[in-house]
């Protein structure tokens, strides 16, 4: 096994360095003319409806619907495995052997109050802690600073 180890990193990192300059050349050849004047980036702008720019339109939406946006945090309680070996795990992507640790976290997310009854509307990462961890508290931070466990 040892004698088939080095003979595959060596090809595999000539194989990477090859790789790398082809795209490198490719890209110089291919996307040079992507850029403004002087190796500047594009100018990209849309064009303001009814006289309204953008900025106005933004600082408008922000302001009408700010106090119905509310902060979430969460404490975590979870299992994750810590592999015995990094390096292994790192480079050849095996699932060796790990240690299962219980772990305690917190974590945030954001979301947005939908109607009078208080109901409220997020992304499902904010909900769904990462290795199987479970939620064990749940706070609402409403834009009065009032906060609701949940």
């Known amino acids: 096994m040892k004698n088939r180890i080095l003979p595959t990193l060596i090809i595999g990192l000539?194989?990477?360095?090859?790789?790398?300059?082809l795209m490198m050349l490719y890209a110089s050849t291919h996307f040079g003319g992507a850029t403004g004047?002087?190796?500047?980036?594009?100018?990209?702008?849309?064009?303001p409806l009814n006289g309204v720019s953008d900025q106005d339109r933004i600082v408008s939406a922000v302001k009408r619907t700010k106090s119905s946006v509310?902060?979430?945090?969460?404490?975590?309680?979870?299992q994750q495995v810590?592999?015995?070996?990094?390096?292994f795990q790192q480079f050849f992507g095996g699932q060796g052997p790990g240690i299962a640790q219980p772990y305690k976290a917190?974590?945030?997310g954001s979301g947005f109050v939908i109607d009078s009854n208080g109901d409220i509307v997020t992304n499902a990462?904010?909900?769904?802690?990462?290795?199987?961890?479970?939620?064990?508290q749940l706070t609402?931070?409403?834009?009065?600073?009032?906060r609701r466990r949940v």
């Open 14 to 21: 000539v194989g990477a360095v090859v790789g790398s300059f």
């Open 37 to 47: 004047p002087a190796g500047t980036p594009p100018a990209v702008a849309a064009v």
């Open 70 to 78: 509310v902060a979430i945090t969460e404490q975590v309680n979870g």
């Open 82 to 87: 810590i592999p015995a070996d990094p390096f």
């Open 106 to 108: 917190e974590a945030s």
């Open 125 to 136: 990462h904010v909900l769904q802690p990462p290795n199987g961890g479970k939620v064990t």
């Open 140 to 146: 609402v931070i409403f834009a009065n600073g009032d």
